[in-house]
């Protein structure tokens, strides 16, 4: 059994097909399928299912082998990256940020943390949450950035900033002047709904904990929509809070943002990876500067998973 049998393997959970696989890693389908064979040889069990008309399958002993594997291979590459280190860090992180936030996050991790980790090669990658949690399970990602909201169990979370709901309101609104706003003087308002997982049914919820329903005018798939239509005066939006955001549309008008009183949705982004990967060098110290340049109270410590089995493991508590 060698790296590269191990190398080759656990990248098959990527690809519908073994052709698929055998393109991308630069491999013949049959040297590919070889190796698979010599693996499953030396395990003594059947790692995949092959059939032409219906893909590329792993079996349950195949998709821990992968998993297993993957890991294998990380810490090969640390190792390598590690000799003849001294306090220099060096070689590539690949981050997953989610796309409502991406646009005030990205800019400062991209142009901050190279500037202290010269060595270090940043890899961005954005997108919804089931896009992101899909990469961190086929190992495409060393730890995403996302809201701390209906995760899966097993992952590991480190804090990044603290978050919560705020009213987005035209200057003219009747609130606009007002400290904080109450959701109920809102109800009746015509609402332009960011509509995207998870926030649809934090907002929902919000409403309904209150006895309340709010009036949809539309939904928009685009925070900066939501900003726009706002801007326009055409209704009010609740989006969660973000660091370095403007008070203005994207067409340059001005928007009102107002916090709730009472609050509601309170939450975290967090950096969250697989509990059964180990966080690279250069994974946690992006983590503990993206918690340095967007947190208000510095880095903070890793945060143990969660299982299914075991509720009371330590975690803590998107739009």
Known sequence: MSLRQLELFAALPNFPTLSAAAAHLHISESALSQAVSSLESAVGEQL?????ARGLTLTPTGQDFARRARQIVADTHELVLSAGREQELRGPVRLGCYSSFAANVVPELLEGFPQRHPGVSIGITVGTNEELLSDLEAGRLDVALVYDVSLPTGCRRRRIYATELEAHLPPGHPLAAA?????????DEPYIQYDATPGVRNVADAFTARGLEPRIEARVSQIGLVEALVGRGLGYGLLMSRPHALPMSIEGRPVVIRPLDPPVTV??????????MKLTPRASAL??????RLGEHGPTDAIPARTASDDT???????
Do not use: M, Q, S, Y
């Open 287 to 292: 983590l503990d500067f993206a918690a340095e």
């Open 267 to 276: 939450t975290h982004v967090v950096g969250i990876w697989p509990a059964d």
């Open 48 to 52: 995949c299912v092959r059939r032409k």
């Open 313 to 319: 493991a330590a975690a803590v508590p998107e739009h």
């Open 179 to 187: 400290e904080t706003v109450d959701l109920a003087d809102l109800a």
